[in-house]
Antibody
């Protein structure tokens, strides 16, 4: 079945780095745009970044631009989020999510229909 | 990239209808027909309920419907059931390859 599984979360000090992974299965990974969305404790959802299905473009929320990098490896069916210069306000559950439509170049405008269960990132000294 | 405005809470009795609003601007909700709604139960991943303002993915009950007027989108849940109790989030395209979410609404079934 279609599935996404995040990993790589943990506790990290401010200013340090962390890389999240999202393993995809059950669908043609290379045909879908992929996203990271985060949720701070007891807060709402915040879109973080998107990468096109072919990896040709990536876009970020202003809050993470210049610090986070989204990437994908089609040979491993895996999505990544490299997070540098982490801040306390980056503390959140990070979800990966799949675009609903294949082969589209859009930042989730057609909906994100499959989500992982999330991985928790805590930035604290 | 300001968050869309949703009421923090909404409620209704079983069998009733409830409508949740999502207010943005002409740069997001009002400017595009790309509003989605997500349902999230505590400790779970979000689930897509509505996309492109009014469309339901396969498997979502037709008790869930979406609409939009000017800068405000709405999600209506008819025939409320206990399992509809959850947090609901709207999202909208905001131009320049940006997506913005609402702050979320907690729906309580009385």
């Amino acid at each position: 079945q279609v599935q996404l599984e995040e990993s790589g979360g943990g506790v990290v000090q401010p200013g340090r780095s962390l890389r999240l992974s999202c393993a995809a299965s059950g669908f043609t990974f290379s045909s879908y745009g992929m996203h990271w969305v985060r949720q701070a404790p007891d807060k709402g959802l915040e879109w973080v970044a998107v990468i096109w299905y072919d990896g040709s473009n990536e876009y970020y929320a202003d809050s993470v631009k210049g610090r986070f990098t989204i990437s994908r490896d089609k040979s491993r069916n895996t999505l990544y989020l490299q997070m540098n210069s982490l801040r306390a306000e980056d503390t959140a559950v990070y979800f990966c999510a799949k675009d609903r439509l294949r082969l589209t170049i859009s930042p989730g405008i057609y909906g994100m229909d499959v989500w992982g269960q999330g991985t928790t990132v805590t930035v604290s000294s | 990239q300001s968050a869309l405005t949703q009421p923090p809470s909404a409620s209704g009795s079983p069998g009733q209808s409830v409508t949740i609003s999502c207010t943005g601007t002409s740069s997001d909700v009002g400017g595009y027909n790309y509003v989605s709604w997500y349902q999230q139960h505590p400790g779970k991943a979000p689930k897509l309920m509505i996309y492109e303002v009014t469309k339901r993915p396969s498997g979502v009950p037709d008790r869930f419907s979406g609409s939009k007027s000017d800068n405000t989108a709405s999600l209506t849940v008819s025939g409320l059931q206990a399992e509809d109790e959850a947090d609901y989030y709207c999202s909208s395209y905001a131009g320049s390859n940006n997506l913005v979410f609402g702050g979320g609404t907690r729906l309580t079934v009385l």
